[in-house]
């Protein structure tokens, strides 16, 4: 059985750091680009930071670029999402993804293969 599971949100203050973490259970993450995604309440769920399979190619949406970090582990078959200066508009439920397609960082929600389950992050001012 396929899984994804996140860990590492929390409720924090703005400017401050938190870091999650994906493990994938059950496949071999270098077989994956992976991703993470987020979903504010009442929108619609939106593209965070993607990273290749090899970890040398690395996106990130406008909104993150500069203060979040992508990487991976795939000794531990394991993704990491470092978020620092955190904002308010950072609350979210934070998903891990993981795609089959490894000729590209370019993901969407709609070509994500396997989810997780959902790391809640709030940001208070």
């Known amino acids: 059985q396929v899984q994804l599971i996140e860990s590492g949100g929390g409720s924090v203050r703005a400017g401050t750091s938190l870091q999650l973490s994906c493990e994938m259970i059950?496949?071999?993450?270098?077989?994956?680009?992976m991703g993470w995604f987020r979903q504010a309440a009442g929108q619609e769920r939106k593209f965070v930071a993607a990273?290749?399979?090899?970890?040398?190619?690395?996106r990130y949406d406008p909104s993150v670029k500069g203060r979040f970090t992508i990487t991976r582990d795939n000794t531990k078959n394991t993704v990491y999402l470092q978020m620092n200066n955190l904002r308010p508009e950072d609350t979210a439920l934070y998903y891990c993804?993981?795609?089959?397609?490894?000729?590209?960082?370019?993901?969407?929600?709609?070509?994500?293969?396997?989810w997780g389950k959902g790391t809640l992050v709030t940001v208070s001012s």
């Open positions: 993804a993981a795609v089959e397609d490894r000729r590209t960082v370019v993901i969407t929600a709609s070509g994500v293969d396997y």
């Open positions: 059950g496949l071999t993450i270098s077989d994956y680009t």
């Open positions: 990273i290749s399979w090899h970890g040398t190619t690395t």
